[in-house]
Each structure stands twice: as structure tokens, then as C-alpha cells.
């Protein structure tokens, strides 16, 4: 298990090395799997930097998976994984605060956690969209 691992790990640092950067891709880290951009960080695929931390604790106390689904897969609401993909930033900071009320999509104005936390839900829901944050539930990095 462990010595599969390894192999895995210095096969990717080398895939990273001698690959071609796509230049929409995440800038990556060779040395630990990290996965660093001016929105997040994330290593191993769930540990978030404390803003991004943040962004998941308000997705959680928003509920916000209620209508959008635990992995953001969709449910009643869109799939965020995909939305975010095309949905601008301010687009979404719109969407969140106002709402899309005849459509059935809440405005989260009254929501301090929200509101406080804008980016910091933006920045996760990007990590997620971009496949750098591999599971919804993701943990504090500890530096
Ligand atoms: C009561 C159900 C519900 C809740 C709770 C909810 N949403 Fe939505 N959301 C929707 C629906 C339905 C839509 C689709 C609106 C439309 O068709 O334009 C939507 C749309 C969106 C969009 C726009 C997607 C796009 O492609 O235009 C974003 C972003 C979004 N929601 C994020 C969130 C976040 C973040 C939260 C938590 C803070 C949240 N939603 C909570 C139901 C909900």
C-alpha cells in the first residue's frame, strides 16, 4: 500500500515536471502535491488555507447543500462544480446576495456568515469547480 503510494506520488511529481502547463491549470507545487493560486490553497486535495476554510464553514452553515447537493453535484439547484466554471465572480457575489428569488435561489443578504465570507465561499466553490479540491469536506492546513 504504502510503497504503491510512493510510486504514485513520484510518478506525479514527475508528470507535473515534464508536462506541458495548460495555461488555464492551477499552478502545482512539486514539491508536496500542492496546488496554489490566487484564489486558494489546497494540498493533497483537502487541506484549505484558513480563508478557504472559511468559505466551507459558511457553505455549511448556509446549507447551502440543502438545494446544490453535499458535493455541489446539483440537486434542486445547479451543479456548482459546473456553474463555476463559467459564472464570474461578480456574478456570483451577485446571485448570493440578491438572490434569483422567482427562480427558487434565496438571497443570503440577512446572512452575516455569508456576507462576511463572499470570497472566502467563492474561493471554495472555485477549488471545487477546478477539481484542485478533490472532496466537499475539506480541513484547516496546519503550518
Ligand atoms: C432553497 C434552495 C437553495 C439554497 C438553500 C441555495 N440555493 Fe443556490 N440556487 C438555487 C436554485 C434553484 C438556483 C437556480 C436559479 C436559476 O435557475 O437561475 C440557484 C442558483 C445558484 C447559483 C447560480 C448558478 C448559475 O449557474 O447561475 C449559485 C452560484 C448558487 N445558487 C450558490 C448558492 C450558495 C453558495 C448557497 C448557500 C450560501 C445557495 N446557493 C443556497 C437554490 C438554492
Redesign the pocket.
Known amino acids: 500500500m504504502r510503497f504503491t503510494w510512493l510510486v504514485a506520488a513520484a510518478f506525479s511529481v514527475a508528470a507535473v515536471g515534464f508536462a506541458q502547463q495548460d495555461q488555464n491549470a492551477p499552478a502545482q507545487s512539486e514539491k508536496d502535491g500542492a496546488v496554489k493560486t490566487g484564489l486558494y490553497t489546497v494540498v493533497e486535495g483537502y487541506k484549505v488555507d484558513r480563508a478557504t476554510m472559511m468559505g466551507f464553514r459558511?457553505?455549511r452553515a448556509?446549507?447551502?447543500d440543502?438545494?446544490?447537493g453535499a458535493n455541489q453535484q446539483g440537486l434542486?439547484?445547479?451543479s456548482?462544480i459546473d456553474?463555476?466554471k463559467?459564472?464570474s465572480k461578480d456574478?456570483?457575489k451577485k446571485?448570493?446576495t440578491e438572490g434569483?428569488l422567482e427562480?427558487?435561489?434565496?438571497s443570503?443578504k440577512s446572512s452575516k456568515m455569508?456576507m462576511e465570507n463572499l470570497d472566502n465561499?467563492y474561493a471554495y466553490?472555485k477549488g471545487r469547480s477546478d477539481g484542485a479540491i478533490k472532496r466537499a469536506k475539506v480541513e484547516e492546513l496546519k503550518e
Not at 427562480?103 to 434565496?106: C, N, Q, T
Open positions: 459558511a457553505w448556509a446549507a447551502c440543502r438545494c446544490h434542486v439547484g445547479p456548482l456553474s463555476l463559467v459564472l456574478d456570483f446571485v448570493i434569483r427562480k427558487g435561489m434565496m443570503f455569508v465561499l466553490l
